[in-house]
């Protein structure tokens, strides 16, 4: 064997992880600027030395060959380009949104902020949407994750953060997951939720359809009906008032509309909810009292929650339930959802969002306006603008002409896709910025190259508000440039294309600077600095003054509503339904080793441990279909049809099949339906109905090899933990 | 007080609380005492005894990883004694791990004048290099058995249960259950085996791979292919 010595780094940056929401600190060991190792620095929150596959393994995208090195024009039909330069590119992209704003106003604009992306990125996104294309037309993933959970948290409390930090995580007493995998999509965060449960003997109750990894280590597994959870919330609160559980102090001092509240749930008895839910009135009786006797309880939820036509109901629900305990505003309680995205809660906070500036400042407060109308020197629209599910409608109208998308692929995320790209198909004008091609990007008019995570300073903001250092640790690929670059670059030459007099302010010189501008304009970031963060690591905001420690948990004292609302429910639902014709339920989310559109992640070493979509299946349907572990089936819905292999496992309920949609080969999203929360403006991902049959071997890459040699995918239920 | 304890370390008087290890108090007062097994983030067991100090005059070393203060105490963390104890375990380990790549453990021996071929006919702990997954190598033959990568797959971090104890005595290595190859073991390649690994023995694919001089286009397209590489190993 080649004895060769150990491998010394260039240098080493330290870093923010450009994966999920759980913000885990990494240090990037760069020779000949690849990224040859990647390590966790021990001693700093949120993640303790701990990374999973992704952060650890998955960055090898960064130098794949095939991102984008310099700016691409149209030359011909879909997918067909000529490289261009930059002076090209950019005098085209300005010179066509400008035609288009004289045309026909700023509202004929869709733009797409970006949740992988910087605050600083977003932040400048967001000002040349508002500031020179004069709309509020600016909305990003968020929507098709945690809108659902946004709404809800916002009309109960009047805030949407996760309330609790991280770090409290382990010394949880008693804690609630419900629709979130999340020893999948939050891997660390798993970690500490694994621990308070093994090491500090907290009870951990799982409310989940799925079998996932977490209900090994749960006292109690509610295994209900998928789309049911409202049923189930509002059975538990039932049981807590009817057995005098609740906390009467807390609820006389920090709440509203008790009384109104506990007349509505004399029907959702445990017993009523069994009959829907198909969870036994006893087990909900138990969770109850587990939930409200507890010293400290919280609850964790993800996308099964949110992604709901009644995903604010059940964000209400949820609400309702810690009100009426009184298990929020202290260490280890809480209303906790756990973002997607790096920086999803970054850039809502950056404001990327149709209704707000940065921190939720509202739009349509005269005051606010007023406020970012003399930073900008220029008049601002007060109406908010369209969400990103309303943006695709808009296209099919004829409201909106030009779409411009940063870093995000709604061709793989938007719910009904064969809809939303005939929509896209229909743009006068499309501008992408991304560091790869993707399916989104194909469309595109123009394409223009941007920089990664590892090429860029800036910020990024986890999943409990820390806001966190991103460092530069390679030079740019190509051409390539960060965002908040390309967009001064635009909006300087529109500025100047329009005559603006006096310019909104694009010349930055470096990230800093465009913090600086975005804590000068909001109060909760002012007391954060780059200074600061070098120093501190990272900080919670709210974060008012610099001298404040920041705010690892919210709602001590009181609500940003004031109260906390209780909020009535009915119980209904609007989604697709099983029928004779369409006999199953299909459920859509991600696995560990990919990452949303795949975007990132399949260009990367995980692709070869989980190579190709795969459709999980319980034996039982199994056995009536006559398929095994292995077979190819076809998965049609009223919307489209794919074909996968199916993996046979008790993960899956009778009667409902799991499809990742990060594979463009069998997208999960064709079969999904654009029905909408009516509040929150979410898509129903998680249910929709589909029939199933055997299918040939389809002339793919890989269709060949057996199944049990592709990858790692195996039946996570086969092992003990 | 019987919360806290009172002893002198190296001559310096030091009060910290019952629990507190001889080698967490040392620390408190800058003074080093070399570890290999001892890792932060995982549970210390003593294995390594590099971190042996001299209590009391006492008849044994005591690791000070795992000895907690004791009121009273008189302790030297690096007497002669102490020194010729790590002195043999460094050559004891070197003569049968290949540590060219255990920086640290390599100082270590030169701090206190290990003699590399002290035993030269020490039988060596040799197995092939595995190369079954996408993400890392292992390199068993660089393992010292600090158990820190069984620890943190357990119940010191991941809960993933995929590495254990292979074989008895001198022929005892980590391994999967049956010896069974990572994509068929639980293992769900968070690489937090990777990150407290103290040697070469476990690596990411990309390290090994420019270690060997392969571009990084080229460790892109290397796919897994077992029985290649076995074939290399043993010509190797």
């Known amino acids: 064997m080649v004895v060769a010595p150990m491998l010394s780094p260039d240098h080493t940056v330290r870093t923010t992880c450009p994966y999920c929401g759980v913000g885990c600190q990494m240090n990037l060991h760069i020779k000949d600027d690849v990224i040859y190792r990647v390590s966790a620095p021990f001693d700093s929150a949120p993640n303790y030395g701990n990374l999973c596959v992704k952060g650890r393994f998955g960055l090898d995208f960064t130098t794949h060959p095939r991102r984008l090195k310099t700016p691409l024009i149209r030359n011909g039909g879909p997918g067909e380009f000529r490289e261009a330069t930059w002076d090209e590119a950019l005098n085209l992209v300005a010179e066509k949104l400008t035609q288009i704003i004289r045309e026909s106003g700023g509202d004929s604009f869709a733009t797409y902020a970006c949740a992988k992306a910087t605050n600083e990125d977003n932040y400048v996104f967001q000002k040349w949407v508002r500031a020179v294309l004069k709309t509020n037309n600016v909305d990003h993933c968020a929507r098709l994750c945690h809108a659902g959970s946004v709404t809800g948290l916002q009309l109960a409390i009047g805030s949407s953060a996760m309330s609790n930090s991280i770090a409290e995580m382990e010394h949880l007493d008693t804690f609630i997951v419900t629709g979130s995998n999340t020893t999948e999509t939050h891997p660390v965060i798993s970690l500490f939720l694994k621990r308070a449960v093994r090491q500090n003997g907290a009870k951990l109750i799982v409310i989940d359809p799925r079998q996932i990894e977490l209900t090994d280590f749960a006292t109690l597994w509610l295994r209900q009906k998928p789309g049911t959870d409202v049923a189930i919330f509002q059975a538990m609160a039932h049981v807590i008032v009817a057995e005098k559980l609740y906390n009467e102090e807390f609820i006389g001092r920090r709440t509203e509309d008790f009384n109104e509240y506990i007349e509505s749930l004399e029907k959702f008895t445990p017993e009523w909810a069994e009959g829907i839910s198909g969870v036994p009135a006893v087990q909900i009786r138990q969770a109850a009292r587990m939930y409200a006797q507890a010293e400290r309880a919280a609850f964790y939820w993800g996308m099964g929650i949110s992604q709901s036509t009644h995903g604010t109901d059940n964000a209400l629900a949820l609400t309702n339930l810690a009100l009426l305990t009184g298990h929020i505003g202290k260490p280890g309680t809480g209303l906790n959802p756990l973002r997607g995205q790096n920086n999803v809660q970054g850039c809502s906070d950056s404001g990327g969002l149709p209704n707000v500036f940065t921190a939720y400042q509202k739009i349509t407060d005269p005051a606010i306006l007023h406020k970012f109308e003399t930073a900008w020197h220029t008049a601002l629209s007060p109406d908010p603008g369209l969400t990103v599910t309303e943006m695709v409608d808009g296209a099919l109208l004829g409201k909106i002409r030009a779409m411009v998308v940063m870093g995000e692929n709604p061709l793989m995320s938007e719910p009904n896709l064969a809809h939303a790209r005939h929509a896209m198909e229909h743009l006068d004008f499309t501008v992408c910025i991304d560091i790869f091609m993707n399916e989104t990007s194909e469309l595109a008019d123009v394409i223009l190259p941007s920089a990664s995570f590892a090429e860029k300073d800036g910020t990024f903001t986890n999943s409990d508000r820390r806001v966190q250092r991103v460092r530069q640790a390679l030079p740019s690929v190509g051409e390539s440039r960060p965002d908040w670059q390309i967009i001064c670059e635009i909006a300087t030459r529109m500025e100047n294309l329009l005559g603006v007099e006096h310019s909104a302010g694009f010349a930055y010189p470096d990230t800093e600077a465009i913090w600086e501008e975005m804590r000068f304009l909001t109060p909760d970031f002012y007391g954060i600095t780059y200074e600061r963060l070098e120093r501190e690591g990272g900080v919670h905001w709210p974060c008012p003054a610099l001298d404040h420690p920041g705010t690892p948990y919210l709602f001590e004292d009181n609500f940003p509503r004031g109260r906390g609302k209780f909020w009535s429910l009915e119980y209904g639902t609007d989604s697709e339904l099983p029928d004779t014709e369409y006999p199953y339920h299909l459920t859509t989310g991600r696995v560990l080793f990919h990452w949303h559109g795949g975007t990132m992640t399949r260009p990367s070493k995980l692709n070869e441990i989980f190579p190709e979509p795969i459709l999980e299946m319980h034996p039982d349907d199994a056995h009536t279909l006559e398929l095994v572990s292995g077979d190819w089936v076809e998965v049609t819905s009223r919307r489209g049809s794919v074909v996968c292999r199916v993996m046979v496992t008790g993960r899956s309920p009778v009667g409902t099949v799991f499809l990742p949609f990060h594979f463009v080969e069998a997208a999960a999203n064709l079969l999904t339906l654009d029905k909408i929360d009516p509040r929150a403006k979410i898509p129903d991902f998680k249910m929709a109905a589909v029939r199933l049959r055997k299918a040939d071997t389809p002339i793919r890459e890989g269709a060949e090899i057996a199944f049990d040699e592709r990858g790692t995918i195996k039946d996570p239920t086969t092992y003990v933990h | ?236």
């Open chain 2, 1 to 236: 007080m019987s919360d806290r304890v009172t002893l002198t370390i190296d001559g310096q008087e030091i009060t910290v609380p019952a629990g507190t290890t001889l080698l967490e108090a040392a620390a408190q007062l800058d003074i080093e005492v070399p570890v290999i097994c001892y890792h932060d983030a995982t549970t210390s067991n003593g294995l390594c005894r590099v971190c042996v100090v001299d209590v009391n005059n006492g008849r044994l070393l005591q690791a000070a990883c795992v000895t907690a203060c004791a009121n009273g105490g008189k302790v030297e963390t690096r007497n002669e004694r102490v020194e010729r104890s790590r002195r043999t375990i460094l050559e004891m380990l070197n003569s049968a791990v290949d540590l060219h790549q255990a920086p640290a453990i390599q100082t270590l021996m030169t701090d206190y004048n290990a003699d590399p071929t002290r035993f030269p006919d020490a039988e060596r702990r040799e197995h092939a290099l595995l190369d079954d997954n996408p993400f890392y190598m292992r390199d068993y033959s660089q393992c010292v058995l600090c158990w820190r990568c069984v620890q943190v797959c357990a119940e010191d971090a991941q809960y993933t249960f995929a590495l254990t104890f292979g074989g008895r005595g001198f022929d005892t290595h980590i391994a999967t259950a049956f010896d069974i190859p990572m994509p068929e073991s639980p293992c769900v390649f968070c690489g937090q085996c990777v990150g407290v690994c103290p040697t070469g023995a476990l690596k990411p694919k990309i390290q090994w791979g420019m270690e060997q001089g392969m571009t990084p286009d080229e460790i892109r397209q290397s796919t897994r292919r077992p029985r290649r590489r076995r074939e290399e190993t043993e010509e190797g």
